[in-house]
C-alpha cells in the first residue's frame, strides 16, 4: 500500500520476479488503513462492532427482569467501550483534525463513535433519539467518549516523548514537528487550553510522566464541566428545555472520571 491521495498508477515493486499487489486498504492489529491517511472508515467498523456489542448487552440483560441503570452502565464500559475506543491514541488524532476549535466541541461532539454511546444511554432512558443529548448525558453522570480519547493520546504522547532516540517509532515522532496537526502541537494546544504548562522536556523519568498524565487528564474534566455549564447557560431561557432538563443532576468531575 502506497500513502498518497492521488493516484498510485505507474508503481510496480517487485519481490524477485514477482510483483507486489497494491491495495487501497489494510488491516493491521484491527484497525483498518487507508492509502489516503484517513481512519474515517476504521472508526466506522470500530462504531458497527460496538453497535453489535450494545445489541447482545440488550438481548441478555432483557430478560433478566430489573437491571439497575449503574449494571447497565458498567456493561457498556466493560463490553462495549473498549471496542468503540480501540487504538484510539492513534485514530482518535483523526477526531481532532476535523474541527479547528476542538475542545469547544466537547459537550456537542458527535463523532460516530459518540453517537453509539448516545443510542445507548438514550435507549436506557426510554427517551427518543431526538432528546436532548446534554440531558441525557447529564442524568447519567456520561461524559463524550471524546475525553477518554484525548486521555488516551496524552498518555501516548507522554510514552513517545520518553522513548529512546534510537527507536524507529520515535525517528518518526521526530519528523516535521513543525507541522500544525503533529501530536506534540496538538498536545501543546490542550495543555494550553485547559491552564496546564507545557514543557516537552518534562519526561525524563517514570514519575514525570505519571505526573503530566495525571495532572492533565484531571485538568481536562474540570475544562469538560466548565464547558458543560456554559452550553447549559443560554438554554436556562428557554421553558421547554427547563421543563425537561429540571430533574437532571448536576454534573459531577468526580462520577465523569470514574468513566475514563
Known amino acids: 500500500m502506497i500513502f498518497n491521495k492521488n493516484s498510485t498508477s505507474g508503481f510496480i515493486f517487485y519481490v524477485e520476479q514477482d510483483s507486489l499487489e497494491i491495495v487501497n486498504e489494510y488491516k493491521y492489529l484491527g484497525v483498518l488503513i487507508t492509502r489516503s491517511g484517513s481512519f474515517s472508515k476504521a472508526i466506522a467498523q470500530l462504531s458497527s462492532k460496538g453497535l453489535k456489542s450494545c445489541f447482545a448487552i440488550k438481548k441478555y440483560l432483557s430478560t433478566a427482569g430489573y437491571i439497575p441503570v449503574e449494571v447497565w452502565m458498567h456493561c457498556f464500559d466493560a463490553m462495549v467501550k473498549p471496542v468503540l475506543l480501540y487504538c484510539s491514541e492513534i485514530w482518535g488524532q483523526d477526531l481532532l483534525h476535523t474541527t479547528q476549535d476542538y475542545l469547544k466541541n466537547f459537550v456537542n461532539t458527535s463523532s460516530e463513535v459518540e453517537r453509539i454511546h448516545l443510542k445507548f444511554c438514550k435507549s436506557l432512558l426510554n427517551v427518543t433519539c431526538t432528546a436532548s443529548n446534554m440531558a441525557v448525558r447529564s442524568e447519567l453522570g456520561r461524559a463524550p467518549l471524546l475525553l477518554p480519547i484525548i486521555s488516551a493520546i496524552l498518555k501516548y504522547y507522554s510514552r513517545l516523548e520518553n522513548m529512546p532516540q534510537n527507536r524507529i517509532l520515535r525517528e518518526v515522532f521526530n519528523f516535521e514537528t513543525d507541522k500544525k496537526f503533529h501530536l506534540r502541537n496538538i498536545v501543546k494546544y490542550i495543555c494550553d487550553a485547559i491552564g496546564i504548562g507545557f514543557n516537552k522536556h518534562k519526561f525524563s523519568t517514570v514519575k514525570d510522566i505519571v505526573k503530566f498524565n495525571r495532572d492533565t487528564i484531571e485538568q481536562l474534566y474540570f475544562f469538560y464541566e466548565e464547558e458543560w455549564f456554559i452550553s447549559l447557560s443560554p438554554q436556562l431561557g428557554n421553558v421547554e428545555v427547563v421543563i425537561n ?16
Open 245 to 260: 432538563l429540571e430533574h437532571i443532576k448536576p454534573l459531577s468531575v468526580n462520577i465523569v472520571m470514574k468513566n475514563i
